[in-house]
């Protein structure tokens, strides 16, 4: 083995150095951090090979002193605070004085800064941490710092950086996070001389997002907010609907008094509060922040300060959940605020009127939406005609024509237009176009209703029964487990060695095919046999209400009367998880008015 050596302080510098910076993302969000310390309103980021050829960060903030641009670049330099007492009422991001110096130690840098109301400002240029020339210089107040060559003498960590897209993808999250916390700065990203993000200082965190996506994500969210006032804390924010979802969580983020932070449990938390809304592989979008007395949290257990821990995390967890769900659940509520449809207020326009609406030279078999249309007389009654299969694209347009009229003045309140292709439901909302899958919804709301209340669904008991043929094995473990079927309402016994004889069935199985269902059924229970009892019965209930409830639901095809999409509405409402079918997809879709008017050009904002 060999001796024990102290090592030069050089050396000591650059392992610390690597320690809190592991890449440019790093040093990017410590040098914006003293940016905003500095009070800058405007921080621009030039970058070139994703920070590993340069980082540039312009700010006009306060600027620094001669001395200070000099001291700045010391260990454990600060302006931040004065003794350990000070840790406990910290505003600013930084406090321990290590990141100008660490970065230093291993990159070549140059940092120009000049305070307010001062004539000249400094220039110094640094390698390795070495001051290698100082020069007056004449710019702007604020602060210029180019990091050239990161790791350029710890080539180890060099060869640990990950390719130009990855480590950009960091740095983006990173940009994404101070956009989203401090709206009122102008911030800018400049790719390879490319402009890439150009945020300028707004009001809302809904134009941010506009900025730094789209107004579609936008459309998609939903301001999220709770307050606890015994325990001071509150939780705001804005998260995405059931109509996005990404393949990763890289678009959720969380702030504790306004700084970034990383930690499992807020978003396990926010996950549970999506519980049945999303796919169980997909992940929302969200920005939330807590706020929170500082003495309720412990910042400092991080050497980038990214994570923290509450003193009582379980009560913020339990708030960020309910403020998702509810947030979630109110969405819908707004979104089908129940379509009223009063029969006596319905006048139908005669033909020539509906005609009129159109160019005359329409072909009507040239629209991709409804079909040909021959007969525009409906009856008072809201019943479409059992044998008239056209007619119900007909009754789709006229009703858009009968609502518009009678529920203008009505805030909040969801015209149906009609049924699209006899598979999506067509809602005209407020702020854009509403479609429900029609399946997906039924499904939904069948799906609770078996697994909530099974009791009370009605049973009805076959004239002709059922005989269904198994192999003698599942007849066998099916007869092991013949209180599921019961449970379910179905009466069965055994009839022969490899034969089930059913005799009742619940109502709402009464057009699907039992077969199906009860060897699905066998497979379940064989797969998951090893479970243990409890967890068994929960699966398999999941799994076959799931299951009852597909097979039952409207099809997509399935022609709905307005008293069937009535009905279908006011159940939708009433389900706990209206956003998404028990296999995850979602039951209705909001295309915002606001790309409807983006496609047609008439978006002038
Ligand atoms: P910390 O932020 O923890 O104090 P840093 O090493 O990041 O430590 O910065 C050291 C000091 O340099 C800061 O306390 C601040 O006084 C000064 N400083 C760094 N960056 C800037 C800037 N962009 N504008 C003004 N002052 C700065
Ligand atoms: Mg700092």
């Given at each position: 083995?060999?001796?024990?050596?102290?090592?030069?302080?050089?050396?000591?510098?650059?392992?610390?150095?690597?320690?809190?910076?592991?890449?440019?993302?790093?040093?990017?969000?410590e040098?914006?951090?003293?940016?905003?310390?500095?009070?800058?309103?405007?921080?621009?980021i030039?970058?070139?090979?994703?920070?590993?050829?340069?980082?540039?960060?312009?700010?006009?903030?306060?600027?620094?002193?001669?001395?200070?641009?000099?001291?700045?670049?010391?260990?454990?330099?600060?302006?931040?605070?004065?003794?350990?007492?000070?840790?406990?009422?910290?505003?600013?991001?930084?406090?321990r004085?290590?990141?100008?110096?660490?970065?230093?130690?291993?990159?070549?840098?140059?940092?120009?800064?000049?305070?307010?109301?001062?004539?000249?400002?400094i220039?110094?240029?640094?390698?390795?941490?070495?001051?290698?020339?100082?020069?007056?210089?004449?710019?702007?107040?604020?602060?210029?710092?180019?990091?050239?060559?990161?790791?350029?003498?710890?080539?180890?960590?060099?060869?640990?950086?990950?390719?130009?897209?990855?480590?950009?993808?960091?740095?983006?999250?990173?940009?994404?996070?101070f956009?989203?916390?401090?709206?009122?700065?102008?911030?800018?990203?400049?790719?390879?001389?490319?402009?890439?993000?150009?945020?300028?200082?707004?009001?809302?965190?809904?134009?941010?997002?506009?900025?730094?996506?789209?107004?579609n994500?936008?459309?998609?969210?939903?301001?999220?907010?709770?307050?606890?006032?015994?325990?001071?804390?509150?939780?705001?924010?804005?998260?995405?609907?059931h109509?996005?979802?990404?393949?990763?969580?890289?678009?959720?983020?969380?702030?504790?008094?306004?700084?970034?932070?990383?930690?499992?449990?807020?978003?396990?938390?926010?996950?549970?509060?999506?519980?049945?809304?999303?796919?169980?592989?997909?992940?929302?979008?969200?920005?939330?922040?807590?706020?929170?007395?500082?003495?309720?949290?412990?910042?400092?257990?991080?050497?980038?300060?990214?994570?923290?821990?509450?003193?009582?995390?379980?009560?913020?967890?339990?708030?960020i959940?309910?403020?998702?769900?509810?947030?979630?659940e109110?969405?819908?509520?707004?979104?089908?605020?129940?379509?009223?449809?009063?029969?006596?207020?319905?006048?139908?326009?005669?033909?020539?009127?509906?005609?009129?609406?159109?160019?005359?030279?329409?072909?009507?078999e040239?629209?991709?939406?409804?079909e040909p249309?021959?007969?525009?007389?409906?009856?008072?009654?809201?019943?479409?005609?059992?044998?008239?299969?056209?007619n119900?694209?007909?009754?789709?347009?006229q009703?858009?024509?009968?609502?518009n009229?009678?529920?203008?003045?009505?805030?909040?309140?969801?015209?149906?237009?009609?049924?699209?292709?006899?598979?999506?439901?067509?809602?005209?909302?407020?702020?854009g176009l509403?479609?429900?899958?029609?399946?997906?919804?039924?499904?939904?709301?069948?799906?609770?209703?078996?697994?909530?209340?099974?009791?009370?669904?009605?049973?009805?008991?076959?004239?002709?029964?059922?005989?269904?043929?198994?192999?003698?094995?599942?007849?066998?473990?099916?007869?092991?487990?013949?209180?599921?079927?019961?449970?379910y309402?179905?009466?069965?016994?055994?009839?022969?060695?490899?034969?089930?004889?059913?005799?009742?069935?619940?109502?709402?199985l009464?057009?699907?095919?039992?077969?199906?269902?009860?060897?699905q059924?066998?497979?379940?229970?064989?797969?998951?046999?090893?479970?243990?009892?409890?967890?068994?019965?929960?699966?398999?209930?999941?799994?076959?209400?799931?299951?009852?409830?597909?097979?039952?639901?409207?099809?997509?095809?399935?022609k709905l009367?307005?008293?069937?999409i009535?009905?279908?509405?006011?159940?939708?409402?009433?389900?706990?998880?209206?956003?998404?079918?028990?296999?995850?997809?979602?039951?209705?879709?909001?295309?915002?008015?606001?790309?409807?008017?983006?496609?047609?050009?008439?978006?002038?904002?």
């Amino acid at each position: 083995m060999q001796k024990i050596k102290i090592l030069p302080t050089s050396e000591i510098q650059k392992i610390a150095a690597g320690e809190v910076i592991e890449r440019p993302a790093n040093a990017i969000k410590e040098l914006v951090e003293n940016s905003i310390d500095a009070g800058a309103k405007n921080i621009t980021i030039y970058l070139e090979a994703a920070g590993k050829k340069l980082i540039r960060i312009i700010d006009d903030g306060c600027g620094m002193s001669k001395a200070d641009a000099y001291l700045c670049l010391e260990h454990h330099a600060t302006s931040k605070i004065n003794s350990v007492y000070d840790l406990n009422n910290i505003s600013t991001f930084g406090f321990r004085g290590e990141a100008l110096s660490s970065i230093a130690s291993i990159s070549k840098v140059k940092l120009t800064t000049k305070e307010k109301d001062k004539e000249e400002g400094i220039s110094l240029l640094i390698d390795a941490g070495q001051i290698k020339l100082e020069q007056p210089s004449s710019c702007l107040h604020g602060t210029d710092i180019e990091i050239r060559d990161i790791f350029f003498n710890i080539p180890a960590r060099f060869k640990f950086l990950k390719k130009n897209e990855t480590e950009f993808r960091q740095i983006l999250q990173i940009f994404q996070f101070f956009c989203i916390s401090h709206k009122d700065i102008h911030f800018k990203l400049f790719h390879e001389n490319k402009l890439i993000y150009n945020c300028p200082a707004t009001d809302t965190l809904s134009n941010r997002v506009i900025q730094l996506w789209d107004h579609n994500l936008e459309s998609n969210t939903k301001q999220v907010e709770i307050i606890d006032e015994k325990a001071k804390v509150s939780i705001t924010g804005l998260i995405s609907n059931h109509q996005v979802s990404r393949f990763n969580r890289s678009q959720i983020f969380f702030f504790v008094n306004n700084r970034y932070v990383k930690n499992q449990s807020l978003l396990k938390a926010l996950l549970k509060g999506y519980a049945n809304v999303l796919p169980k592989d997909k992940f929302p979008v969200g920005f939330i922040f807590i706020n929170i007395p500082q003495d309720l949290i412990d910042v400092n257990v991080h050497p980038r300060k990214e994570e923290i821990q509450f003193i009582h995390p379980g009560k913020i967890e339990s708030l960020i959940q309910t403020a998702v769900s509810k947030s979630l659940e109110n969405y819908l509520i707004e979104k089908i605020s129940k379509t009223t449809f009063e029969e006596k207020h319905i006048e139908f326009p005669n033909q020539s009127q509906f005609v009129a609406a159109f160019p005359t030279t329409f072909d009507f078999e040239q629209l991709p939406f409804f079909e040909p249309i021959e007969n525009n007389v409906i009856d008072n009654s809201l019943e479409l005609k059992e044998d008239s299969e056209k007619n119900s694209n007909y009754l789709d347009i006229q009703n858009e024509f009968i609502i518009n009229e009678d529920l203008n003045d009505k805030k909040n309140n969801y015209k149906i237009i009609g049924q699209f292709k006899n598979c999506y439901i067509l809602l005209e909302s407020d702020d854009g176009l509403l479609l429900i899958d029609q399946h997906a919804a039924h499904e939904r709301i069948l799906y609770e209703t078996f697994i909530n209340k099974f009791n009370e669904v009605a049973k009805v008991k076959l004239i002709f029964p059922i005989i269904i043929t198994l192999t003698k094995r599942n007849i066998e473990t099916l007869l092991s487990h013949l209180e599921f079927l019961k449970n379910y309402g179905i009466e069965a016994e055994p009839f022969s060695e490899n034969q089930l004889i059913i005799q009742s069935i619940p109502v709402h199985l009464k057009d699907v095919k039992l077969d199906e269902i009860i060897n699905q059924l066998i497979s379940w229970i064989e797969e998951y046999q090893h479970l243990d009892k409890v967890d068994f019965f929960k699966l398999i209930n999941e799994k076959v209400c799931a299951q009852m409830a597909c097979k039952a639901a409207v099809k997509s095809g399935d022609k709905l009367s307005i008293d069937q999409i009535n009905q279908l509405l006011d159940d939708l409402q009433k389900t706990e998880n209206r956003f998404a079918c028990p296999h995850g997809r979602p039951t209705s879709w909001n295309l915002a008015l606001s790309e409807i008017e983006k496609k047609f050009k008439r978006d002038y904002r």
